[in-house]
């Protein structure tokens, strides 16, 4: 059976965390590179039907698609390495894929047959694989299998694989990626690991093509030998996967081991021209060459797990290679922050940027951090809720409402200055029901906003249920707070600045889920500009 577009399956052995994601990113990276058209999926094993109701601790941060899909973090790096906006195509999960069986078999699709595992669940993953090339007519596919060979779960996903590497025999390759672990004790590496972990593999019907070895020292080309001979594959599909000073090398590494070379000649294509990662090149030398040096305070809940704030510490990158500075994190508990320690903790800052979030933990602790940049002229950058704190803050210490509050947090507020938002107050379910994907913003001219966009109309990526409360909206912008950005169509207030403020804005969508290495993000690079200003 023949096909015109080619797959790439990459599954995991040995354990989790592997970095799966970041070589499919990077793989599609160098095949893009050299002119080809490639797209990348997540395959999640998980029943939750996306990861929506995740709690971060669980699942690191939940990263939202223009089309309002709620999706794993590893989407956040296809967009910032490819440049390219992923969709609902591009995540699914075992909840999605029996959902949708059910649903099936409910109308009664499958004529009074037996549902089962194989062929049905495995029909419907088959389908899902096919249909984001039917998307966006790519001639690549990369598909990441989430979990390590064995799981449990996974199992429905190796045999999907299993089945098209027989159906599309030319058409697919599979990339494992496995750990060679350094055992001190011994002064060696042992392949032992990757060995078992291709013979499970191969226990379930499918021989990877590729091996991606995970490692902390080189592999030499004895060891390459070895596991190559043991493991069924050529000598240069052996890859070693070195660890990086930062994800973005990783591309480079994989250049050098000409992994992209190998995918391509496995699958009968043409290696086109060399590719060309000028741009790539460049951003990383600035990356490592950084003029300036500043501090960032981000206040969150969850720092404790960075992966909570992934695309928002990957965006502040971007735009410190933008300003040619080097940005120091500084990640504080919004718990931990109280009137008492706020200027120990903060003085140091050359500026703070407060996350969003949901739920009532931590959030005083948000509202001192406002406050605190706001009186003491600190640049500040308030997303979602970080936003939503802003206007709290205001109205208590501004306008003099002291009751003021989001009904999210106190439903019989006096002031609620933030409240929920029309359409959200019939929804009883919670997963995959706020205001999600992109929506159009008007900017107001000649403001800070509209300066970093250059342009007067944008359209950003939201989730969240609650918003500005526009009843009070004469009242803040009297006392020196503006609704710069508004939605056209409902007049929902999405970014508030303070004029008479070095640099003070709050955004009520994720600017951070749009920006990437070619394009970073115009308000992160302002703020980023804006603290380095304040720093001298």
């Not at 599979?174 to 001190?184: G, R, S």
């Not at 030499?220 to 001979?229: E, P, Q, V, Y």
């Not at 000409?258 to 590719?275: I, N, R």
């Not at 507020?413 to 929804?427: A, G, L, Y």
Request: with cysteine; proline share 4%.
């Amino acid at each position: 059976m023949s096909n015109s577009t080619k797959y790439v399956f990459v599954t995991g052995g040995v354990t989790s965390s592997l970095g799966k994601g970041i070589i499919s990113a990077s793989l599609a990276k160098l095949l893009q590179a050299r002119g080809y058209s490639a797209t990348i999926q997540k395959l999640d094993p998980y029943i939750n039907i996306d990861p929506g109701t995740l709690n971060p601790y669980e699942h690191g941060e939940c990263f939202v698609t223009d089309d309002g899909a709620e999706t794993d973090l590893d989407l956040g790096h296809y967009e910032r390495f490819l440049n390219v906006p992923t969709s609902q195509a591009n995540n699914v999960t075992t909840g999605r894929i029996y959902q949708a069986v059910i649903e099936k078999e409910r109308r009664g699709e499958f004529l009074g047959k037996t549902v089962q595992v194989i062929p049905h669940i495995t029909d419907e993953i088959k389908d899902r694989i096919q249909a984001v090339s039917k998307e966006g007519k790519f001639d690549i596919v990369i598909t990441e299998i989430g979990g390590t060979v064995g799981d449990i779960e996974s199992l429905p996903y190796v045999e999907s694989v299993r089945q098209m590497l027989w159906e599309f025999e030319n058409d697919c390759i599979v990339i494992h990626l496995t750990l060679v672990p350094y055992l001190a004790a011994a002064g060696e590496l042992k392949t032992k690991p990757t060995q078992h972990s291709v013979k499970q593999m191969m226990e379930l019907g499918v021989q990877p093509d590729i091996l991606c070895c995970r490692t902390e020292h080189e592999l030499d080309l004895t060891l390459r030998r070895k596991i190559a001979k043991f493991c069924n594959v050529s000598m240069n599909a052996v890859i070693e996967s070195r660890d990086a000073e930062s994800i973005y090398d990783v591309p480079l590494l994989m250049q050098a081991e000409e992994l992209d070379k190998v995918v391509l000649e496995k699958l009968g294509l043409p290696t086109k021209s060399t590719p060309d990662l000028s741009n790539w090149t460049s951003f990383l030398s600035k990356l490592k060459n950084p003029v300036h040096e500043i501090t960032i305070g981000l206040i969150g809940k969850y720092v404790e797990l960075k992966d909570s704030y992934k695309s928002i510490s990957e965006s502040i990158i971007h735009a410190g290679v933008t300003n040619e500075t080097k940005v120091n994190v500084k990640w504080i508990h919004s718990e931990k922050l109280s009137k008492s320690n706020i200027s120990n903790e903060l003085s140091e800052l050359d500026g703070i940027l407060v996350a969003p979030g949901f739920g009532s933990r931590g959030i005083s602790g948000k509202i001192e951090a406002v406050q605190y940049a706001r009186e003491n002229n600190i640049p500040f950058f308030g997303i979602c809720l970080g936003m939503q704190c802003a206007v709290i803050e205001f109205a208590r210490n501004v306008l003099g409402l002291e009751e003021a509050h989001t009904t999210e947090i106190n439903e019989s507020t006096k002031h609620p200055v933030i409240s929920m938002m029309e359409e959200q107050k019939t929804i009883a379910d919670l997963g995959g029901t706020m205001r999600l994907g992109a929506y159009k913003c008007q900017l107001k001219p000649k403001t800070k906003v509209s300066n970093a966009y250059n342009t007067d109309i944008i359209s950003e990526r939201h989730r969240h249920r609650f918003e500005f409360n526009n009843s009070y909206l004469n009242d803040f912008e009297e006392a020196g707070m503006m609704a710069t950005g508004k939605n056209p169509e409902t007049g929902l207030v999405e970014i508030v600045e303070i004029p008479n403020h070095p640099w003070f804005v709050g955004t009520q969508f994720h600017p951070e889920y749009k920006s990437t290495v070619d394009r970073p993000h115009p308000l992160f690079v302002a703020f980023i500009q804006a603290a380095l200003h304040n720093k001298k």
